[in-house]
């Protein structure tokens, strides 16, 4: 497995291929590079986190592992918001780690490159397993809770969030509505039809499956609104992540149509703002049996 940045997330690569008129375009998205990520959808994913971590019922003083750390978002929530004794950021990409231990010059905060299969330790156990947009990414979600439960405390709690791609991320849908439109071929890499089967009930089977009880679920929602257009399109040109790569990879007649498209589809306030919602997917469960 290879990596994907989230606000936090694994690092992991992928490719897909569209077949356009009378061609098959490649194209590769490997969240990779943290300063197009944080323009698309870190700044976004702030808010997210710090709903979630709000919603977690932790001590202060806590051991925190925060798996899939990425650009650090998630883990500056949780020396924001609950006070923790200690957080261990992990993810597989170096250079992620970096811009994170950047962000985040907090004492309380370590940073350990790591993969899915074999997150970190601490002797004692963490108190709290979190990750933050990175479970659709994984190749075995359920594996990798799992392994985040043989790093729980006797007590500990596993949680975890993803964006809800069926429909609640509006910016993305306005998008790919409007490169469907022009380029039917390129429905297979839309979001909603990858992870569109993300949702409470499967975070929740597979928590379940990992071995955790007292699951509950909730959906975090935040706004996101843009100054204005070129707001709006400009982290599109990215090419990092499964929109702005593939927009990337269309000539420039085809880039400038889309481009127009969504001008003309997008819903504009008086004074030239764009303000739509997103949504993402909430999960915590505990180690323990359930009580009788």
Not at 23 to 33: F, G, I, K, N
Not at 125 to 130: E, I
Not at 226 to 251: E, I
Not at 259 to 278: K, N, T, V
Request: hydrophobic fraction near 45%; include cysteine; aromatic fraction near 10%.
């Amino acid at each position: 497995m290879t990596p994907r940045p989230g606000a936090g997330g694994v690092a992991l690569s992928f490719a897909y291929a569209s077949a356009r008129s009378a061609h098959v375009a490649q194209v590769t998205d490997r969240w990779a590079v943290g300063a197009a990520y944080e323009s698309f959808m870190g700044r976004w994913s702030r808010g997210v986190a710090r709903g979630f971590v709000e919603w977690l019922e932790v001590a202060p003083r806590a051991h925190w592992l925060d798996f899939g750390c990425g650009t650090g978002a998630l883990s500056a929530a949780i020396c924001e918001l609950k006070n923790p004794g200690s957080v261990l950021a992990c993810d597989a990409s170096g250079p992620l780690l970096e811009q994170a231990r950047e962000r985040l010059p907090d004492k309380r905060v370590a940073f350990e490159i790591a993969q899915a299969e074999r997150p970190p330790e601490r002797e004692g156990g963490f108190d709290v397993a979190v990750s933050g947009l990175v479970l659709n990414f994984l190749d075995d979600p359920q594996r990798a809770l799992a392994a985040l439960r043989g790093r729980l405390s006797a007590r500990g709690c596993a949680a975890s969030y993803v964006w809800d791609y069926a429909g609640g991320i509006q910016f993305l849908g306005h998008f790919w509505r409007a490169a469907l439109a022009l380029d039917s071929a390129a429905a297979p890499l839309a979001e909603d039809a990858r992870f569109g089967r993300w949702n409470c009930a499967l975070l929740s089977s597979l928590l379940r499956g990992a071995g955790y009880s007292r699951i509950e679920t909730r959906a975090i929602e935040i706004e996101t609104v843009f100054a204005g257009f070129d707001d709006f399109w400009r982290p599109f040109l990215g090419r990092t992540g499964p929109a702005p790569s593939y927009v990337a990879s269309l000539a420039p007649e085809r880039r400038d149509a889309l481009r127009e498209r969504l001008r003309q589809d997008l819903p504009l306030d008086s004074d030239g703002r764009i303000r739509l919602a997103a949504r993402a997917w909430a999960v915590r469960g505990l180690l323990g049996a359930e009580p009788s």
